[in-house]
């Protein structure tokens, strides 16, 4: 089994989003369960309303099953503190940190970095608008300036993502326009595979 957690320290970066998304995706190469560690219960939510291709616990009804899944994902509450952070990151076989493209994001971001060293962990950037603005791009060249590990792969402002989660699907099965995000978490999940080390 392949642990990946999700986290971040501040509210609303797409983290659920993104477990609901990474999971469809590493759902085509095995078994996935999603935990949802977070008491708001979005993921969970999100499931009961429609259909998804994985099956979604609460914290403590995974314990004794995760195991059993090729993969589990976990999404969790924002706000850890340092300490925390470093646990998961340890307890994981990788921990993606979704960020927003915004100047603040990046002060935060480095200072995590010493916390996490020997830790197998990307920043995620998220909900990045459409060109000509260029905030996603400049982030993640920071990033990378600084010797932060970022994904290549960054996930595009879709309104798709509001509409999914109230159909209760992933983007991809929805249709027209409202589904070309769906070709961001495709990019995201091969370079997941890559970290996780998945032949
Ligand atoms: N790529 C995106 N484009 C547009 N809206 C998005 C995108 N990703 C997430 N959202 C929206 O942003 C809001 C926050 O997303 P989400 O719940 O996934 O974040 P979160 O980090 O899990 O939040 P919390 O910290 O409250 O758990 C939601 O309304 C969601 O629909
Ligand atoms: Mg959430």
Redesign the pocket.
Known sequence: MKLTTIT?YK????????AIHLATFLSIHGSVLLVDC?K?R?AIAWSERGNLPFKVLAEKAAYKVLSDYDFAII?T??NPDSNDLKELADASDLLIL?TLPDVVSLDPMLQTAENLKGTNYRALI??VPPKPNTDGLKLKAELKAADFPVFEAM?????G??KA?LAGKPVRDLTGGDRL?WQDYEKLGSEVLEALGHE
């Open positions: 971040s509210g609303g970066v797409s983290k659920s989003t993104t977070d708001n979005t999404d509450p924002a979704p998220s909900i996930i595009r402002r879709s309104i993502f509001s989660a995000a």
